[in-house]
């Protein structure tokens, strides 16, 4: 119903319910819980993990979320903000040679 009598339905745009941000960190809290039950936060940069093992680790789960698939990216973010929080220093992500070629690895992290 039109709350301004003077002005026609078609004019009048109402407002779209805004995401629900909290709803959206809590299920990113459930990613990380799984992502720490399933690998081990050493802090010891001699542990490191491919950034492909956390894709296929999110593929094996089938991660969904309220905005749709759950990617690298949006879960690197995350688990950076998770290791700032918690003051784990030696854990970070940068390119390793290994078998002569350049990949991403996690450091301070191992399955």
Not at 37 to 61: A, G, H, P, V
Not at 80 to 97: A, F, Q, R, S, V
Request: hydrophobic share 35%; aromatic share 14%.
């Amino acid at each position: 119903m039109n709350p301004d009598p003077l002005i026609p339905d078609t004019q009048v745009i109402y407002p779209q319910p805004f995401k629900d941000s909290s709803y959206i960190h809590l299920e990113m809290q459930v990613y990380i819980e799984k992502f720490i039950n399933d690998f081990q936060l050493t802090n010891e940069e001699k542990d490191f993990i491919r950034s492909k093992n956390i894709q296929e680790w999110i593929d094996e789960n089938g991660f969904k979320g309220k905005r749709g698939n759950l990617t690298i990216t949006k879960f690197a973010l995350e688990l950076k903000k998770y290791i700032l929080e918690k003051g784990l220093t030696n854990i970070y992500n940068k390119y390793k040679k290994l078998n002569g070629k350049c990949v991403m690895c996690w450091f301070g992290i191992k399955k």
